[in-house]
């Protein structure tokens, strides 16, 4: 189990680099240029090519947390709940505190307002794997029904 979460965390890391620094390009284009690092960061940093590396190496750690965090998921004896509630804790865990060094909030409103898209994005897909499972557990109890039957009539 090790080696697949350690396989999956160095996915997440790469990923999350590439996704952390997509986003900040499409922002700059969006803005209507600029540079993809805060100014914040780049002070903190002495440079633009070292924030860049900071903002890299921080948003490869989001992805990590995100995909190690995934793990959980191979939890049997877990509820769904415990197991989502775990994931998204460690990913807040992770995001909150790289979001401020990078300063991509101007304010802890926007902070509460993004944390609150990902609760309710959480809570969606917790209720549509809740969804899931619930049929799934009826098409077994089915399958289970018709092979007892059978057995009984042989």
Not at 9 to 36: E, H, P
Request: aromatic fraction near 10%.
């Amino acid at each position: 189990m090790l080696k697949k979460t350690l396989k999956r965390a160095g996915i997440g890391f790469l990923l999350g680099m590439a996704v952390g620094n997509l986003i900040a390009f499409l922002a700059v284009v969006a803005n209507g240029g600029g540079s993809i690092v805060s100014p914040k960061t780049m002070e903190m940093c002495g440079g633009e090519a070292e924030a860049l590396l900071l903002q890299s190496f921080l948003s490869g750690l989001i992805g990590f947390a995100g995909c190690a965090g995934m793990t959980f998921y191979e939890m049997e004896e877990w509820s769904l709940l415990r197991i989502m509630s775990s994931h998204l804790g460690v990913i807040f865990a992770v995001f909150v505190p790289v979001s401020y060094v990078l300063d991509w909030f101007g304010s802890l409103t926007d902070l509460l307002i993004m944390s609150g898209m990902m609760l309710v994005s959480y809570f969606i897909v917790w209720r549509i794997m809740c969804v899931i499972c619930k049929r799934q557990v009826k098409e077994l109890n089915e399958l289970q029904r018709k092979f007892n039957e059978d057995n009984k009539a042989a």
